[in-house]
Structure formats: C-alpha cells, structure tokens
C-alpha cells in the first residue's frame, strides 16, 4: 500500500489516523519504511532529507552505528529488570557532567513525564500550589500545563476534559516580558511553586530569550523563593554539550530532559538541585515512579549517543547550522522576502511574518497559509521540515554539505513559490 492508503486505512484505527496529533498533516502524511543518516525514505519510495528528525531527539541523524549496535547487544541481555543497573549510573554521571544544573537526576520515560513530576517536586518543595508558565511554551500533554499551549496545541485553545480546577494555578505570562512578570510576582509571589521555562521557546517556532531576560528570570525567582525549572527538552543536549543553560549561563535549580537523553529512545529525565531533588520518593515524601524509567534499552541509547557529543561536536554542528542559516539569509535579503529567519546552533525556522518575534502573541502574526506552501514545496522537492510554522527544525551531524546545499536550493525555490501571487 502507498501512504495514501495507509493513512486512509489508519484513520479507521486511530483518531485522525495518528497517535499524535502533528503529525496528520494534509492531505495525508507520508508513512515511512525506513531512515539512516540524514534521510527517510517512505512507502511510495520517496526519500526526503529529513529536519524534523523524530522533533529533536535525533541529533546523530537516524540509526546511527554505534547507537544501533550497542542497543542491539543490549536487547539481547534483557529490555527491562525492574531493579537497577549500571548503566544508569552511568547515563547520570554523563548528564551530571554537562548539564551545569544538574547534581542528582531522575529518569522518567518521556519530557512529559519530565515536567509534570518537576512541577509537583517544586510544589512539594516549596509547599506552594501556583506556577508560572510562558504564553506558547509546551511543556509536554500533561493536565497542569496545557493552558496557553505551543506545539499541537498552539492551534486549539486549550483541551477538554481538563477540569478548571486542575489549571486554576496555572498563571501565563508573555515571553520575554519583564514587567507582566514583575507585576505578577508582586502579587503572588508568596504563593508561586515554580516558574517553568523554555529557554528558548521551540514549540512556536524558535524564540530565543532577549539579552538579560534569563538572568532577570533567576535573580527574581531567587529573590522570592520560587524553583526555576528549565525545560530543556528541546534544548538539552542541542543547544550546547551544556544545553540552553549552558549557551547563555543562566543556571536553573531543576531541568527537565528528554529527547536526545534518550538517544532516540522514549525517555525523559528531570534534575536540579541535590536538596530539592532528595525529597523524592523513596528518599522523601513527593511521589514519582515508573515501571520503563531507566529501562536498560533508552539508557544504553543515551549512552551511546551523549558520549559522541564532545564540544568539537557541536563547534561542526553550529558550522553547518550557521551555512545553511546563512545561506537562507542571502535568499531572503536578495528578494527581499518579508520574513525572519531564526536559529542558533543546530536549530533553524523561518517566520513568515513581517517583524521580529519575540513572543507567543508575535509568533501568531505569522502567514500560515504562505508557511503551509513553504512546507508543500519542500516536501515535494524531498526536503522533510515539520509542518506546522509553529515548530523547530533541526540539523543533525549526519546531514552532509551536500544536503545542506541541496536543501538551501530547495529553500530558495519554495520561498518563491509561498510568495508567488
Ligand atoms: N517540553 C518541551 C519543551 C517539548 O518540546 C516537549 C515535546 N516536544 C515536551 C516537553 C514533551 O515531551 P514528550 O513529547 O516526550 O512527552
């Protein structure tokens, strides 16, 4: 069967067809059969350079040799024991050692899990209820966070099924914004737990935070107590060796990860602060568990994965971020397209929006309909980015100058076609 009979017969299985929700693109998404390296290669034969890349987990591209190799020997010893192992240690002191934040982890088995069991430790922490939270920022499809949400959500206005109970203590407050948020705290500082972060905001696009926004973030929260969660799902491990925190040296005292730590892998992990992170179950009285967490197979991928990533690693990375960035920038000022292109290190999207954006608000003056024919234009000349304008594309070592040069020509063209009366 080609994709388009997959998706129609899927769609009598799955709601909309998928098991999550950006990825049912219209008309109908292509179903892969397999990937290596930079490339994906679908039912209809198609093969794509692929930036999407799993959104984010991917950084050494697909099925990478040492990763598949090492996982393989380990499925064949056992895929999970229910006591632990050596290689979580392991994979900590790896984390430990990057992460500039990071002093006792806790690996989980998704960034959602990651953010919801981060918020109930600031809450158990601090012995508040209120959080904060950034307009547009996702933090994963758990209850307490999906209000003002980024990613699949940016595009509905919340979900049913949450009771207004359960995000009455959510407060949102615009990106990049200091006095909504002085004024906040002013008022309920006493009663806020936590403020959680995308450093970088990765799920409306790319956002990065304007200069000393991070620093005024952590000198408030100090101030009245509250614990500053990173979430680096994205951005850990991408952004830098040390992720956001590291690339802009701001130091949280709690970040959740996932993605990459997890080497392709489903996985998750939160950390922090030794103090705070000892009031975890079994050790303290703020529940968390989870019968795959540390399961030898994730953990042995994200060994195999975060031990290829030294700091000449992401120097080649960011040289291949900054040519093709550059590289669309010359598009953009030769024909003097009305976007903004955005990007650091390995991270790259272009706003179809006429002013630079700095927060949800911004990002939502963007043409959808100009994007979505970016994105058609580039998918039918083999250039996979996701398709929402709302999302991050992403650059893993595996993808060659060659792709990146194709991938650059394919840019030009597809700009032209959004623009094209
Ligand atoms: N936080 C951020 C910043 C994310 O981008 C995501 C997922 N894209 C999550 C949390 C949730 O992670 P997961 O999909 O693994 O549950």
Do not use: W
């Given at each position: 069967?080609?994709?388009?009979?997959?998706?129609?017969?899927?769609?009598?299985?799955?709601?909309?067809?998928?098991?999550?929700?950006?990825?049912?693109?219209?008309?109908?998404?292509?179903?892969?059969?397999?990937a290596?390296?930079?490339?994906?290669?679908?039912?209809d034969?198609?093969?794509?350079?692929?930036?999407?890349?799993?959104y984010?987990?991917?950084?050494?591209?697909?099925?990478n040799?040492?990763?598949?190799?090492?996982?393989?020997n380990?499925?064949?010893?056992?895929?999970?024991?229910?006591?632990?192992?050596?290689?979580?240690?392991?994979?900590?002191?790896?984390?430990?050692?990057?992460?500039?934040?990071?002093?006792?982890?806790?690996?989980?088995?998704?960034?959602?899990?990651?953010?919801?069991?981060?918020?109930?430790?600031?809450r158990?922490?601090?012995?508040?209820?209120?959080?904060?939270?950034?307009?547009?920022?996702?933090?994963?499809?758990?209850?307490?966070?999906?209000?003002?949400?980024?990613?699949?959500?940016a595009?509905?206005?919340?979900s049913?099924?949450?009771?207004?109970?359960?995000?009455?203590?959510t407060?949102?407050?615009?990106?990049?914004?200091?006095?909504?948020?002085?004024?906040?705290?002013?008022?309920?500082?006493?009663?806020?737990?936590?403020?959680?972060?995308?450093?970088?905001?990765?799920?409306?696009?790319?956002?990065?935070?304007?200069?000393?926004?991070?620093?005024?973030?952590?000198?408030?929260?100090?101030?009245?107590?509250?614990?500053l969660?990173f979430?680096?799902?994205?951005?850990?491990?991408?952004?830098?060796?040390?992720?956001?925190?590291?690339?802009?040296?701001v130091?949280?005292?709690?970040?959740t990860?996932?993605?990459?730590?997890?080497?392709?892998?489903?996985?998750?992990?939160?950390?922090?602060?030794?103090?705070?992170?000892?009031?975890?179950?079994?050790?303290?009285?703020?529940?968390?568990?989870?019968?795959?967490?540390?399961?030898?197979?994730?953990?042995?991928?994200g060994?195999?994965?975060?031990?290829?990533?030294?700091?000449?690693?992401?120097?080649?990375?960011?040289?291949?971020?900054?040519?093709?960035?550059?590289?669309?920038?010359?598009?953009?000022?030769?024909?003097?397209?009305n976007?903004?292109?955005?990007?650091?290190?390995?991270?790259?999207?272009?706003?179809?929006?006429?002013?630079?954006?700095?927060?949800?608000?911004?990002?939502?003056?963007?043409?959808?309909?100009?994007?979505?024919?970016?994105?058609?234009?580039?998918?039918?000349?083999?250039?996979?980015?996701?398709?929402?304008?709302?999302?991050?594309?992403?650059?893993?070592?595996?993808?060659?100058m060659?792709?990146?040069?194709?991938?650059?020509d394919?840019?030009?063209?597809?700009?032209?076609?959004?623009f094209?009366?």
């Amino acid at each position: 069967m080609n994709s388009e009979e997959l998706f129609n017969e899927s769609k009598n299985y799955f709601p909309g067809g998928v098991n999550s929700p950006v990825r049912a693109f219209k008309p109908y998404p292509f179903f892969v059969k397999n990937a290596g390296g930079s490339k994906l290669t679908d039912e209809d034969g198609k093969s794509y350079i692929d930036y999407c890349l799993a959104y984010g987990p991917l950084i050494l591209g697909h099925a990478n040799p040492k990763v598949v190799r090492e996982v393989s020997n380990q499925l064949t010893i056992g895929t999970a024991y229910g006591t632990p192992t050596e290689n979580e240690i392991t994979l900590a002191k790896e984390v430990i050692d990057r992460i500039p934040s990071a002093e006792m982890v806790r690996f989980c088995n998704s960034g959602t899990e990651a953010t919801m069991s981060a918020i109930r430790l600031a809450r158990g922490f601090t012995g508040r209820d209120k959080i904060v939270k950034f307009e547009g920022a996702y933090h994963g499809a758990h209850d307490y966070v999906l209000v003002k949400g980024g990613s699949g959500a940016a595009t509905l206005p919340d979900s049913a099924g949450i009771p207004v109970d359960t995000t009455k203590n959510t407060l949102s407050v615009p990106f990049n914004d200091e006095e909504i948020l002085t004024d906040l705290i002013e008022r309920e500082g006493d009663n806020i737990a936590c403020i959680i972060m995308e450093v970088v905001m990765g799920n409306v696009g790319c956002i990065e935070p304007k200069p000393g926004f991070l620093e005024f973030v952590r000198k408030i929260t100090e101030e009245n107590n509250i614990v500053l969660i990173f979430d680096e799902v994205i951005t850990g491990f991408r952004a830098s060796r040390g992720g956001a925190q590291e690339y802009y040296g701001v130091t949280p005292d709690l970040t959740t990860l996932g993605k990459i730590v997890g080497g392709g892998l489903p996985m998750g992990a939160f950390c922090g602060k030794k103090e705070i992170m000892e009031l975890i179950a079994p050790n303290g009285p703020v529940y968390q568990a989870g019968t795959f967490s540390g399961n030898p197979i994730s953990v042995q991928a994200g060994i195999s994965t975060l031990t290829q990533l030294n700091n000449a690693f992401y120097k080649e990375l960011e040289r291949k971020g900054n040519f093709l960035r550059g590289n669309i920038q010359s598009i953009i000022d030769d024909e003097e397209y009305n976007v903004q292109p955005v990007g650091f290190s390995s991270m790259f999207q272009i706003y179809f929006n006429p002013a630079p954006v700095y927060n949800y608000a911004d990002a939502q003056e963007s043409d959808r309909k100009k994007f979505l024919r970016y994105f058609k234009s580039l998918l039918k000349q083999g250039v996979f980015i996701p398709p929402s304008q709302f999302e991050c594309n992403f650059i893993s070592n595996a993808h060659s100058m060659e792709d990146l040069q194709k991938t650059s020509d394919a840019i030009e063209i597809s700009l032209h076609e959004a623009f094209k009366k």
